[in-house]
């Protein structure tokens, strides 16, 4: 077996340049989500590749899905070979959307240029660079000769950034991540390429609405205005939520450190007159207000109390300050998940961080949600982690880039997991 390992490692290594090459391909397809643009090119661009090897290939169109139309249809793509007998199925799956490139880049975010062994771009390090590894290792596999039962699967799914709803959800309830078709997950999200990802904190996304009564700006006595509500219940919020949420930590294994206590983020906030309005302003009280709240919360905060904080805050602001109304729209919740540290796809993965590097692997959970929370909501599927090349504080970043070494590296690791767990040896 360690002769077969370096045989394939020695393989990965020779296919350092194809693994670059892969990657340059799928950044310079521009796959910003909102609106999902350049999916179906990118889904083609994997599923062609991988016919070539050997895969059956299916595309799955997320039809009716948020956002899909015949101008941005939701194509994911799932390609899937099979060993020489029966057995278990390893899965790698990685979204192709990546979100808009922002301002403060000194780079073409689409030019997936290769310096000092670097590849800069847009969606390098979240997450092509770590499909394209996935892609490759298993390549690799397959050139290797290796005898393995069971199946291998590789997918490239759509709007992570915006949810999962037409990409891994989609796909979870057409059965695509759940037994007997598929036993282990692994998603090569950018986490560190030393780490394995066994889950992630809650997420609860809302829309709070503050309401008052038009009236002329010169007399706004004769109006109520929604935008001072809303500060009350900013004010609210900074004096009652903010510092208990500070006392709260985990025991998850977050990472950052700032990660392991509750947070709220105010992602948005209007009212009064229209965004991007250049002329002059109109004299109006505004009659609406309205901020979206990104809560995460952790798997010792029951969401029940999660929502209840905030509409606790707002129903005192109701009860005492005169024509205070209010509405709260829910936008996503998920749970936190948590893949047990003893399960299969987390023992094989380590034990194979730990022969690249000669030290233990790290056990982390994400700050924030992935696709995992739709391969155990829908899919009931918990052996499932995040593993891949990619540095966590470089996604959505200006200049984001991937190490092709720790690319390189975590072929290796994918690869050699995934003989591991075929071969039913994790």
Sequence with gaps: MRFALESLFKRIDDLRDDVVSLTQDMVRIPTVN???????PCAELIGNRLKK??????????VGTPGDSDKHPRTNIVARIQGSRPGPCVHFNGHIDVVEPGEGWTRDPYGAELEDGKIY????????GGIAAAIVAAEAILQEGVDFPGAIEISGTVDEET???????????????????VDHVIIPEPLNVDRVCVGHRGVWWAEVKTHGHIAHGSMPFLGDCAVRHMGAFLESLERDL????????????????GAKQSTLNIASIHGGLPDGF???PSSLVPDICTMILDRRFLIEEPLAQVKGEIFGLLDRLAADRPGFKYDVRDIMEFEPTLTDADAPVV?????????????PAETICSPGTYDQKHIFRIGQLKDCIAYGPGILDLAHQPDEYIEVDAMVTSMKVMASATLKLLKGEA
């Design 242 to 257: 903010y510092p208990a949420l500070e006392q709260r930590r985990t025991d998850m294994p977050v990472v950052p450190e």
């Design 278 to 280: 250049n002329g002059l």
């Design 347 to 359: 023992r094989a993965v380590a034990e194979e961080i730990e022969r690249q590097f000669g030290r």
């Design 53 to 62: 090897s050997g895969f059956d290939i299916v595309y799955e169109r997320g």
């Design 163 to 181: 949810g999962g709803y037409g990409g891994v959800a989609f796909l979870a309830e057409k059965g695509f991540f759940s037994r007997p078709r």
């Design 121 to 128: 771009g847009r969606g390098t390090c979240d997450m092509k």
């Design 34 to 40: 909102p609106p999902g643009d350049a999916y179906t």
